[in-house]
């Protein structure tokens, strides 16, 4: 920011008599709904007149204003003599200052700021203004859209670039509008952005981004490990079980999904930590993670089975990866007061099987790992921040950890590493029995009753791939194509849930489970693996049903995905 802090000082009066001819309710009416009651504490970054720290101090709030430029400093304490603001010589992108001081905010204003940042020095802006705010805490940034200037050291901007910064770490922007500039400038607009830290209440999400911003790490393991617990709250639920205070993991499960993130990246040579390129020093990485070289990511998923050599080695493989997390992040992911976040349990001996089933009683036999029950929910109500914030930290270690060992890592070469790969989008089993149904008469639409042939009959993802992509195959529903076409990816609503459940149970029954063993165990499989509500051991399909709407309600909620009536 220094290019422009000579200009500032050197013309504090025309700056004076510009910012001061507005008041800080007319430039800020857009903020005014979002501040938090008084006495909240506000930091001001590039605070130049003092204007909109004074105005905030007269609102009843305790104002910290950061102002790197000398002479505005001094000019605006004068000014605001009476304004109840404490003055900091301090500066983006580092702030510290103010980070020295230990304070943290509820507000953090940027007006008329962002644009003096180069572009190589706002991801470290941004991380630090995140890490100064409090949980639920709102980040205000208005962004000048223009012409540059190259005398006072303004640099393009955009709202996109501060979405992904947001996204990346686990913010959301609750919102965006746009206005003309106050000052009569016809070629400059500005873009408004409130940004807001999400918290549940409980602490498991300042504890969440502590790890993931903030604590040292000599590899990726932390990392993985959030991730690989984000992905089963998200996909694999069903498998965990309540244990009073906490929820207990599947520790086979959570080694499942640790070498399922693990192997794109490994097989693209990316370190993982600052003494290697690639499988070197990485404890899990033995002969048996070796011998998995021709195993894809996707076949690592509950359900699939493996027998013969694969099942030994994948058997050994689930072994070595739930020893490292054991002994490695499970063991460093600690409270404040020391206690360990995730302890684990191990299990005793465990033969090989003969063959290998990827399930709740396989995976179980590993042990289990513990997981607070608020730590829990918020991976499962917040994944779609979360995963995001983790993967962007990861993403950055591994390009710190390559310029260690001068290696090139490509940015495209990390995202595709990085991606999370889903089964694809496949309902061709689902259609073969809906055809075999429909040529003999007994096959409706499950949302109309209507009759379905071949001519009219789609497949539905009865909770939308857009927004949860599953392709079990209790997710997958006949209907007929006009009324496909009306409910596009939104989801159905309660009241036609309730009118469908006859119909809906009627094609689990006849499609899936009445007299097909293979098709039936993996229906079961399914249903008890990606739905949390469906009780272990013996269920019925009224108990899947139930499931599924308790997960129409979460993705209501958590998502606000859009409802359909199935009113035509």
């Known amino acids: 920011m220094a290019d ?106 940027l007006s008329a700021v962002w644009m003096h940042l180069p572009g190589r020095d706002r991801p470290r802006a941004f991380r630090k203004l995140i890490n100064l705010l409090k949980p639920g805490g709102l980040l205000a940034i208005t962004l000048r859209c223009g012409p540059r200037d190259r005398e006072r050291g303004i640099h393009t901007v955009s709202s996109e670039e501060i979405e992904v910064l947001a996204r990346n770490h686990g913010a959301l922007v609750v919102q965006r509008t746009e206005a003309k500039d106050l000052s009569g400038h016809a070629r400059i607009r500005w873009v408004q952005m409130a940004i807001r830290l999400p918290d549940d209440g409980t602490g498991a999400l300042p504890l969440l981004r502590s790890i993931v911003l903030n604590d040292s790490k000599s590899s990726t393991y932390k990392l993985a490990l959030l991730r690989a617990l984000c992905r089963i709250a998200d996909g694999a639920a069903g498998l965990a079980r309540a244990e009073g205070d906490k929820v207990a993991v599947p520790l086979g499960l959570v080694s499942l999904y640790w070498l399922r993130l693990y192997k794109p990246l490994l097989s693209a040579g990316l370190p993982q930590n600052p003494r290697n390129t690639g499988y070197l020093h990485l404890q899990f990485v033995k002969a048996a993670y070796r011998a998995l070289s021709d195993v894809s990511p996707l076949d690592l998923r509950v359900g699939m089975r493996f027998s013969g050599t694969r099942s030994v080695v994948l058997h050994q493989a689930l072994k070595d990866a739930a020893h490292t997390i054991q002994r490695m992040p499970a063991h460093y992911i600690r409270f404040p007061d020391g206690e360990m976040v995730l302890p684990v349990t191990r299990a005793g001996g465990m033969p090989q099987p003969s063959q290998l089933v990827l399930n709740r009683s396989y995976l179980s036999r590993f042990g289990e790992m513990m997981v607070p029950t608020h730590l829990w929910r918020s991976l499962q109500r917040f994944g779609v921040w979360i995963e995001p914030a983790i993967v962007a930290e990861w993403g950055r270690l591994i390009k710190f950890y390559a310029s260690r060992v001068q290696v ?57 791939w857009i927004a949860w992509p599953c392709g079990d195959l209790w997710n997958l529903m006949p209907t007929h194509r006009s009324i496909n076409q009306s409910k596009r990816a939104d989801l159905p609503s309660d009241r036609l849930m309730r009118s469908a459940q006859e119909r809906i149970t009627e094609w689990w029954e006849t499609a899936y489970v009445e007299g097909q063993s293979t098709v039936s165990e993996r229906f079961w499989l399914e249903a008890q693996s990606s739905l949390p509500a469906v009780p272990a051991g013996q269920s019925g399909l009224g108990d899947v049903f139930d499931a599924v709407c308790l997960q129409r309600i979460r993705l209501k909620q958590d998502q606000q995905v859009h409802e359909w009536s199935g009113d035509l």
């Open 4 to 109: 422009h802090i000579g200009w500032y000082n050197a013309n504090v009066k025309m700056v004076f008599a510009r910012y001061e001819q507005l008041s800080g309710d007319c430039v800020h009416s857009w903020l005014l709904d979002l501040l938090p009651q008084p006495p909240a504490t506000v930091l001001d970054v590039g605070a130049g007149s003092g204007r909109d720290a004074a105005w905030l101090s007269s609102r009843g709030h305790d104002v910290v204003a950061v102002e790197p430029a000398a002479a505005m400093r001094k000019a605006a304490a004068d000014r605001h003599v009476d304004a109840s603001v404490r003055w900091i010589d301090d500066r983006l992108p580092t702030l510290k200052s103010v980070t020295r001081s230990g304070l943290s905010f509820d507000v953090i204003l």
């Open 408 to 464: 090139h890592v490509d940015d495209a070469a990390i995202a595709a590493a990085m991606t999370w790969e889903d089964p694809t989008r496949d309902v061709q089993l689902a259609r073969k029995r809906a055809l075999e149904m429909s040529s003999s008469g007994k096959l409706s639409c499950v949302w109309s009753g209507r009759r379905l042939d071949g001519a009219c009959l789609e497949v539905d993802h009865c909770l939308p």
